[in-house]
């Protein structure tokens, strides 16, 4: 989404009294992150999977994304940039479980190992619509919508309670 696109519909809202005055502070909050994202080229976006926006192609015929990195499987069908990192070499990881055993948190442990440094485009908030849940991790859920210890093909951040209810081990 263009900064344009997002001030007009910023625009738009904000003529409605009722409805700016709830939407606000997310529409804020979404207008600091687009602003991050404009300042870092596409091969150093990170999607929430782990793997750079390069290692992702888009199918026309499934209308969905495939994440092909060099040398391992990764079942992401998402195109979702989380993280902009300052050298995006060192995400290379597979998952193998929730929080620290997942590919973009392995990537981001080895990127600050190595001296490097990064930005969250996303806040750090639970995915599942509408809630407030807290102790933020990250798993990958398969397409029945359960935890599972390796790739998948979607990622999620989620709350403890989430996580646990969803069938992940933190
Ligand atoms: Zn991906
Ligand atoms: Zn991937
Ligand atoms: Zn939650």
């Not at 597979?94 to 973009?104: D, E, I, R």
């Not at 440094?117 to 991790?137: N, Y």
Request: net charge neutral; aromatic share 6%; glycine share 8%.
């Amino acid at each position: 989404m263009s900064p344009e696109y997002v001030s007009e519909l910023s625009d738009s809202i904000g003529n409605d009294p009722k409805v700016s005055a709830s939407l606000d502070a997310e529409i804020q909050l979404a207008l600091t992150y687009v602003g991050i994202m404009d300042r870092w080229p596409r091969h150093k976006q990170i999607c929430i999977c782990g793997h750079t926006l390069n290692s992702h192609r888009y199918n026309s015929v499934t209308s969905s994304y495939s994440c092909e990195p060099a040398n391992f499987f990764c079942a992401c069908i998402q195109e979702e940039p989380v993280y902009c990192a300052s050298d995006s070499r060192w995400f290379k990881r597979s998952t193998h479980g929730v929080g620290k055993k997942h590919a973009l948190v392995l990537g981001i442990a080895s990127l600050e190992r190595r001296g490097g440094t990064g930005e969250w485009l996303v806040a750090p908030q639970c995915q599942i619509p509408g809630c407030r849940g807290v102790e933020i991790s990250i798993a990958c859920v398969d397409l029945k919508g359960r935890i599972v210890p390796h790739t998948a093909e979607r990622s999620l951040l989620l709350c403890k309670d989430h996580v646990k209810s969803l069938g992940g081990a933190i």
